[in-house]
């Protein structure tokens, strides 16, 4: 177990450090940084720009940059947004955690979906039900998010719901629901036709506690990968959705860092979301571990 | 025996796949023939026209077989509601003379599929946008511009992908490490906001054709990696089978089993990741025109159509026109994962 930690710790500082120097190379060699609209002012000279840009020592040379702002991200200081003039490390985790919130409802509406569906599905084997399934994934995985929450903006326009909150979580859940539902339903069904499913039978337990307490624990580590997997999916997809519904988050602070040329703002929203997507992979390897003791036999030899 | 069902449904979702992704390659050709008015003329006397009220009868009122438009009549000019006006209508016509383009980009042509016989009064079966032009004519071009942008950099990404994925399952050791590292790297993190923070280090105002390179280049900075996972699973697997030990003993090149021995082996699979490709780069365009720092007006794509809808008070008065860019998308990706899980159980059906 310890060292597992060990290399899940080293593959996050080694993702941290890939991902920060390919944004801070990228962006600084872009030739146009918050203050390349000013050199279209008349009114402002060319020196007063150097100043600023001097100010901000963006005049220095790009390793040199990059070395201090490593060591003072070290030091949990990530600088100062151009844009909103307030610490970028602040900023970004409290619409993080907005964001983050809006994931978890999101994930919560797609295993509520995902399990239920499947669980039906196991238990009463109905045709119809397994084509009503199919046709929801069809569905789901072929509405993008951008279709979805612009329904979901004439939704709230109409007055039909008003929840800003649930709107946006519907519409970030959609193409999860999908990808759960098929891998949950797929592994369940698979499990059902496993041995231990037979002697359960053979035990008496009824079907309903056989789902429950045998089927559920075997068709459950895929879906718990997908789940790790997703997470980065559901952040970039939190971009459209909290743009076209209008909520504040990390999809809505990346564009507007954009728009702006906010270069250590968008430093600073890819530093959270590598590491939220770092998280979320651990997680759910410590889950599927948890879960399944044939990893633990397996970790212990 | 609900297996056979099952097959039965999907090989019709195939069919039903393949007709709509066939309608937007017809789309795609015929762009210009199809669309009633050029996509970039205005008309500032008629911003955010309602569909065209459109009559089977003649001036007498009786039924006729030839459909006539009304010319709509500007009621409110702050709320731009329009009612239309019974006594001025032209008639629709069936390849009526229009703007001139080329066909296939080589045979000049002035006749449309639809139009009407008078200049003043014009077919806009979807309306017209907040410059008055024929909104269905912009959606045509918008089809044909995303679909070809998308086909590109899925071309382009696919190559790259397979290329660095044959080269690194093939290599082996501190090449494959990098390799493969570098790509799990870029596929745990969101694309979408990689993509934008990629999106600062260009102009954020660009000219329709240098954006349309900027995203296919974009598309192939993100999209590569999958697709080297995929083969590079495919050649670690492929590489140890004993023809390809009997071709490295007889000394073939590295570069020709490559290419020659297992690129075709394993060929099948990568298509089918190549294609799921391209509703994926459809959505990137979409969602980066949308927010403005993708492909910018004049140059329709459906996501800068799209952003006109961002607007609540004109999404509540013409919802349906405004999404109707969101409706051909869905469709477009719908079609592409009917064809394929279509043809993937067609290929399940072939090996057992």
Sequence with gaps: MLHFFIRKIVQGILLLLITSAAAFFLLSSAGSDAFTSLRENPQVSAAAIEKLRASYGLDRPVIERYGSWLASAARADLGDSFYYQVPVAQLVLSRFWSTAILAFAAVGIACLIAVSLSFLNARFRSRTLSAFTDGIILVFASTPRIVISLFALAILVYGAITSVFWLSAISLSVPLVALLLAQFNQSLNDAMREDFVRTARAKGLSETAIILRHAFRAAINPALTLFGLSLGALLGGSVIVETVIGRPGIGSLTVIAVRNRDIPLLMGVMIIVSLAVWAGNTLAEVLQFVNDKRLKAQEGE | ?352
């Design chain 2, 1 to 352: 025996m609900s297996d056979i069902g099952a097959k039965k449904r999907l090989s019709i979702a195939a069919k039903a796949g393949l007709f709509l992704l066939a309608g937007f390659v017809f789309i795609a050709i015929f762009a210009d023939f199809l669309a009633p008015y050029d996509h970039t003329s205005q008309s500032r006397s008629l911003p955010n026209a309602p569909i065209s009220a459109i009559s089977f009868s003649d001036e007498n009122g009786s039924f006729s077989l030839i459909p006539r438009v009304f010319e709509p009549k500007m009621t409110d000019a702050l709320r731009q509601s329009y009612t239309h006006d019974p006594s001025r209508s032209a008639k629709v016509e069936l390849f009526a003379k229009g703007y001139g383009y080329h066909l296939f980009g080589i045979i000049p042509l002035d006749r449309h599929l639809l139009g009407t016989d008078s200049d003043e009064i014009g077919l806009h079966l979807l309306g017209t946008d907040a410059l008055g032009r024929d909104r269905l004519s912009r959606l045509l071009i918008a089809i044909r511009f995303s679909l070809i942008v998308c086909t590109i950099g899925a071309a382009f990404a696919s190559l790259v992908g397979i290329a660095l994925g044959l080269v690194g399952g093939y290599a082996g050791k501190i090449v494959d490490t990098v390799i493969s590292g570098v790509a799990d790297a870029v596929i745990s993190l969101p694309s979408m906001i990689v993509i934008l923070a990629a999106r600062v280090a260009f102009p954020l105002e660009l000219p329709p054709m240098t954006a349309a390179l900027l995203l296919v280049g974009l598309f192939t900075f993100t999209g590569w990696a999958e697709m080297t996972r995929l083969t590079r699973g495919l050649v670690k697997r492929t590489r140890t089978l004993d023809y390809i030990t009997a071709a490295r003993i007889s000394g073939v090149s590295s570069g020709r089993i490559l290419v020659r021995h297992i690129l075709p082996n394993i060929a099948r699979p990568l298509l089918t990741q190549a294609t799921l490709i391209l509703p994926a780069f459809l959505l990137a365009e979409a969602t980066l025109s949308f927010l403005g720092v993708g492909v910018q007006e004049p140059e329709p794509s459906l996501g800068n159509m799209l952003a006109a809808a961002n607007d609540l008070t004109q999404l509540r008065e013409h919802a349906f026109v405004l999404l109707s860019p969101a409706i051909v998308i869905a469709l477009f990706v719908l079609a592409v994962r009917l064809t394929n899980t279509g043809l993937s159980s067609n290929e399940d059906r072939e090996i057992t």
